[in-house]
């Protein structure tokens, strides 16, 4: 059985060697794996009686009667029912992570907004309580919208364990690397790749290279998943087969533990005399999932105009109105550039969405100065943005020909909803006063004769 490199006392399923050893490819297929040979039930999912003395149970990702394309759950067969992974809870309090509704009559979400990196203080800090929320859209009680937040991790969490009821989590790293040790198996995770966590699943996390910087996208609808391709086909942007989900893996430990349970809004702390990582097997379509950015295989214009943004969408999170999402995750990394007679860059624009950026590494095309790497920016819905006027001066004016935009990697959260900011991102001191000033310098160049200005 694989267990390099894995906490003590973890046991993981066999797997094959390789880069992906510990995982399994695909994007929402039924896996099934074990770390004991016939744990497993095979033909059905409750036997009486299961082997090893495991108790089997049903984790549940969306209602019962939800179509079947969209259905998702997960068949756990346990040392003990997760009835006995809680106990009594007491109310605690995370004071930087929000949820929405978190609307402050005193903050302006009204603007365009840039935020520098945020540096990850000098204190001890977990997952839980280095969670900053940026944004909050729509309400998590009736769970449609997001929240966005940074994370600033710097200690491991010791038989301290978490999940959330409100959401599923899209992790973004920035800076240094992560374990998160899972009900459903291990996922490491390091700049350039993004995880999802289900709603519902228990984990834990530990630093493996500190300390720890990313963003979060907390997405409180429907699942995330892979956007229609339409008329480009079958292949191109994200392929199933470079998502990796985990192979089983348990922890049979008598220690004190706790668990903290994010629960509409509000953190709930329990404790219990055991690890609660105890699945020996399972098998389901409702897992935690890892996915490497740079096997994004981007599509463009080949000929003149710059597409929608949407053409770069990862992952979609649906909402009740078709065509118009409740996220999407949107990835602009390296590409070729070969448009003819074209404003390559993003051009100005307003629209429904509102467009929540980060930057994992180098320079953004539209934003040469001022959105360094591991900065956020906010463009709230029907408000205009687009390129500063350096960005705009070169590009209206540079020799075109085919160039690649090397070295760069940022992202968007787009959501129907407006967000709105939280005092954190408010009055924490990262936010750019000055940033609206980046289009105050562009000129007027209309003097009513023809001919290009």
Not at 131 to 156: E, W
Not at 335 to 346: C, G, I, K, M, Q
Not at 356 to 385: E, Q, R, V, W
Request: proline residues 8%; hydrophobic residues 35%; aromatic residues 12%.
């Amino acid at each position: 059985m694989t267990q390099i490199d894995l906490p003590q006392g973890l046991i993981r399923a066999p797997s094959l060697d390789g880069p992906h050893a510990g995982y399994m490819p695909g994007f929402g297929n039924d896996f099934e794996s074990e770390a004991l040979p016939g744990a497993l039930p095979q033909g059905m999912n409750s036997p009486q009686r299961c082997n090893y003395g495991l108790y089997g149970e049903q984790l549940s990702g969306t209602a019962f009667t939800a179509p079947g394309h969209q259905n998702e759950r997960t068949w756990c067969y346990r040392i003990r029912p997760s009835v006995r992974h809680t106990h009594r809870f007491q109310r605690v309090e995370m004071s930087y992570w929000k949820s929405a509704p978190c609307i402050d009559p005193d903050i302006v979400s009204l603007g365009q907004y840039r935020w520098d990196p945020i540096a990850v203080p000098d204190e001890a800090l977990d997952w839980i309580s280095g969670m900053r929320t940026m944004t909050t859209a729509g309400d998590v009680n009736i769970q449609t919208g997001m929240a966005s937040h940074i994370y600033l991790v710097t200690r491991s969490m010791r038989d301290e364990y978490f999940y959330s009821a409100d959401g599923e989590l899209l992790i973004v790293p920035q800076e240094g690397r992560l374990r998160f040790c899972t009900e459903l198996g291990v996922i490491d995770l390091e700049p350039h790749e993004i995880a999802l966590i289900p709603r519902g699943l228990v984990y834990r996390v530990e630093v493996l290279e500190g300390p720890a910087r990313g963003f979060v996208c907390e997405n409180y609808g429907q699942k995330f998943a892979l956007p229609g391709r339409g008329p480009i086909g079958a292949n191109c942007m994200a392929n199933r087969r470079d998502f990796k989900v985990p192979v089983a893996a348990f922890e049979d430990r008598e220690v004190p533990s706790t668990v903290t349970v994010k629960w509409c809004g509000q953190f709930h702390r329990t404790e219990i005399g055991h690890s609660p990582l105890d699945v020996v097997a399972w098998h389901g379509n409702y897992a935690p999932v890892k996915y490497d950015l740079r096997t994004y295989c981007p599509v463009g214009a080949v000929l003149f105009d710059h597409p929608d943004p949407s053409i770069f969408t990862v992952l979609t999170a649906p909402s009740g109105i078709e065509g118009t999402a409740n996220i999407d995750f949107v990835l602009f990394r390296e590409r070729w550039l070969v448009a003819e007679n074209t404003f390559r860059p993003p051009w100005y624009h307003k629209n429904v969405m509102s467009e929540l950026m980060g930057n994992i590494f180098g320079t953004y095309d539209a934003k040469p100065k001022g959105f360094a790497p591991g900065g956020m920016s906010l463009h709230n819905c029907m408000l205009p943005h687009g390129p500063d006027r350096n960005a705009f001066e070169r590009a209206s004016t540079v020799e075109l020909k085919p160039e690649k935009l090397d070295e760069t990697m940022s992202f968007m959260f787009e959501t129907r909803f407006p967000q709105h900011l939280t005092p954190f991102a408010a009055q924490s001191g990262h936010l750019q006063e000055d940033y609206i000033d980046c289009w105050a310098s562009l000129e007027k160049k209309f003097d009513g004769t023809p001919g290009m200005k």
